[in-house]
């Protein structure tokens, strides 16, 4: 039998894994197929993962580095697969495709002009816009000053009606500018967030057969209370553009009863928010958690991340390398109130407003992209930056982003 000598033995970083470096003392090495993950604070881990990934070693290096580097934890990683040892029959070194994040249009790279120097690059910037919420009005408060604080609460959090100046409604004018210019853009979906009395003065049909001359597909959010009123017009309306209703209540609607009628020609997805624990029982399969500031052990319970979630998920290197550099939960996507204001989703901050002359999509997106508010906003930025999870979890939630002192997750104690 032949021999294999030791010079043909190589050391290779699975292709598979995600490597990060925490901080000098910790490393995570996580294996993408699997879920299967360590975390390190050997310093020879964290010194031979660091020699594979140099340049020149392309993930590969001589075995014979094993006789220098020996460790509990470096057994560990050739235990799990982590690395691995390969015997060649060839002199050739083995071929190895690092997953690697190396993007040529990186905001985040240094350029000698700046963000400024780095946006001249990355072309077209409404490809980015891949979304909007439009709110055209707000509700009218039934003088339920427990409704109008909590709905008011659920609203700076999900794409339900707000309340607030009766009179202040978005024009059909700026509906079909917004409209217009989204043409220009990736977006395929647009929501509109509304009460029906919006459509007293523009008719909810002449408002489906406006929009159905743009080439999107339409969601509208409302509480039961208004979807009634508006399901009664829909059947008078002769060019139906493609629409779904998200139909709102809780525990002040009149009635929560879920809509079931499968003939019906538009989609209904009907959505409980749940404000503490009592509301369970009203809910239904589709359930939003409002953080009023008074349900923390609930949101403790059932909301914050538990080290067993993560455990128990398999995270793609997709969606890794994806929760290094944007928030998923927000990027791309912007919000229009009534007096035409506009904000990147997930906060109220205003970045533009459709009735400057000056304004233009491509400002409002440039504004973002450099003030970062949320689109960009990723673990790494926040009080997450030095734990090993920080992107292995979800993408910052919109209650971390009005809540900037609470760490949602029974994790880390950091």
């Given at each position: 039998?032949?021999?294999?000598?030791?010079?043909?033995?190589?050391?290779?970083?699975?292709?598979?894994?995600?490597?990060?470096?925490?901080?000098?003392?910790?490393?995570?090495?996580?294996?993408?197929?699997?879920?299967?993950?360590?975390?390190?604070?050997?310093?020879?881990?964290?010194?031979?993962?660091?020699?594979?990934?140099?340049?020149?070693?392309?993930?590969?290096?001589?075995?014979?580095?094993?006789?220098?580097?020996?460790?509990?934890?470096?057994?560990?990683?050739?235990?799990?697969?982590?690395?691995?040892?390969?015997?060649?029959?060839?002199?050739?070194?083995?071929?190895?495709?690092?997953?690697?994040?190396?993007?040529?249009?990186?905001?985040?790279?240094?350029?000698?002009?700046?963000?400024?120097?780095?946006?001249?690059?990355?072309?077209?910037?409404?490809?980015?816009?891949?979304?909007?919420?439009?709110?055209?009005?707000?509700?009218?408060?039934?003088?339920?000053?427990?409704?109008?604080?909590?709905?008011?609460?659920?609203?700076?959090?999900?794409?339900?009606?707000?309340?607030?100046?009766?009179?202040?409604?978005?024009?059909?004018?700026?509906?079909?500018?917004?409209?217009?210019?989204?043409?220009?853009?990736?977006?395929?979906?647009?929501?509109?967030?509304?009460?029906?009395?919006?459509?007293?003065?523009?008719?909810?049909?002449?408002?489906?057969?406006?929009?159905?001359?743009?080439?999107?597909?339409?969601?509208?959010?409302?509480?039961?209370?208004?979807?009634?009123?508006?399901?009664?017009?829909?059947?008078?309306?002769?060019?139906?553009?493609?629409?779904?209703?998200?139909?709102?209540?809780?525990?002040?609607?009149?009635?929560?009863?879920?809509?079931?009628?499968?003939?019906?020609?538009?989609?209904?997805?009907?959505?409980?928010?749940?404000?503490?624990?009592?509301?369970?029982?009203?809910?239904?399969?589709?359930?939003?958690?409002?953080?009023?500031?008074?349900?923390?052990?609930?949101?403790?319970?059932?909301?914050?991340?538990?080290?067993?979630?993560?455990?128990?998920?398999?995270?793609?290197?997709?969606?890794?390398?994806?929760?290094?550099?944007?928030?998923?939960n927000f990027f791309g996507i912007i919000d229009f109130i009534p007096n035409g204001n506009i904000y990147p989703h997930g906060v109220k901050h205003s970045i533009g407003n459709i009735s400057d002359p000056k304004f233009s999509f491509s400002s409002v997106i440039v504004k973002e992209l450099k003030d970062n508010n949320s689109w960009r906003?990723?673990?790494?930025?926040?009080?997450?930056?030095?734990?090993?999870?920080?992107?292995?979890?979800?993408?910052?939630?919109?209650?971390?982003?009005?809540?900037?002192?609470?760490?949602?997750?029974?994790?880390?104690?950091?």
């Amino acid at each position: 039998m032949k021999t294999i000598k030791l010079d043909n033995k190589w050391l290779i970083m699975s292709p598979s894994v995600f490597v990060d470096m925490v901080n000098e003392h910790t490393i995570l090495l996580y294996d993408t197929k699997n879920g299967h993950y360590l975390i390190s604070h050997d310093n020879k881990l964290i010194s031979l993962v660091t020699i594979l990934y140099k340049p020149q070693n392309l993930g590969v290096v001589n075995a014979e580095i094993l006789a220098d580097y020996n460790s509990v934890d470096i057994d560990e990683a050739l235990e799990k697969g982590f690395i691995y040892t390969k015997n060649m029959t060839n002199k050739y070194k083995p071929i190895n495709f690092l997953p690697i994040l190396n993007l040529q249009k990186d905001l985040e790279k240094e350029d000698e002009n700046g963000i400024k120097g780095r946006l001249q690059i990355i072309g077209s910037k409404l490809r980015f816009v891949s979304g909007v919420y439009i709110t055209l009005d707000y509700a009218v408060s039934n003088n339920d000053e427990k409704l109008f604080q909590l709905r008011n609460i659920a609203a700076t959090q999900h794409p339900c009606p707000s309340y607030g100046n009766v009179n202040e409604k978005l024009s059909v004018d700026n509906v079909k500018y917004i409209l217009e210019n989204l043409k220009l853009t990736s977006t395929a979906i647009v929501d509109f967030i509304c009460s029906s009395y919006y459509f007293e003065n523009c008719s909810f049909r002449n408002f489906l057969e406006l929009i159905s001359k743009y080439g999107f597909s339409y969601r509208f959010h409302i509480y039961i209370e208004d979807y009634e009123r508006l399901a009664q017009e829909w059947e008078t309306v002769e060019d139906k553009p493609i629409v779904e209703f998200v139909i709102y209540n809780d525990r002040f609607s009149s009635h929560n009863v879920i809509l079931e009628n499968k003939s019906l020609p538009y989609k209904i997805k009907q959505v409980t928010l749940i404000y503490d624990e009592c509301d369970l029982q009203i809910g239904n399969e589709n359930m939003l958690p409002v953080w009023t500031g008074d349900n923390m052990e609930f949101f403790k319970k059932n909301i914050w991340i538990e080290k067993s979630d993560i455990d128990n998920t398999v995270v793609n290197m997709h969606s890794i390398f994806r929760n290094k550099k944007l928030n998923a939960n927000f990027f791309g996507i912007i919000d229009f109130i009534p007096n035409g204001n506009i904000y990147p989703h997930g906060v109220k901050h205003s970045i533009g407003n459709i009735s400057d002359p000056k304004f233009s999509f491509s400002s409002v997106i440039v504004k973002e992209l450099k003030d970062n508010n949320s689109w960009r906003l990723t673990r790494n930025l926040t009080h997450c930056s030095q734990c090993p999870y920080r992107y292995l979890c979800p993408p910052i939630s919109i209650y971390e982003m009005q809540l900037k002192n609470i760490k949602m997750c029974n994790i880390n104690k950091h």
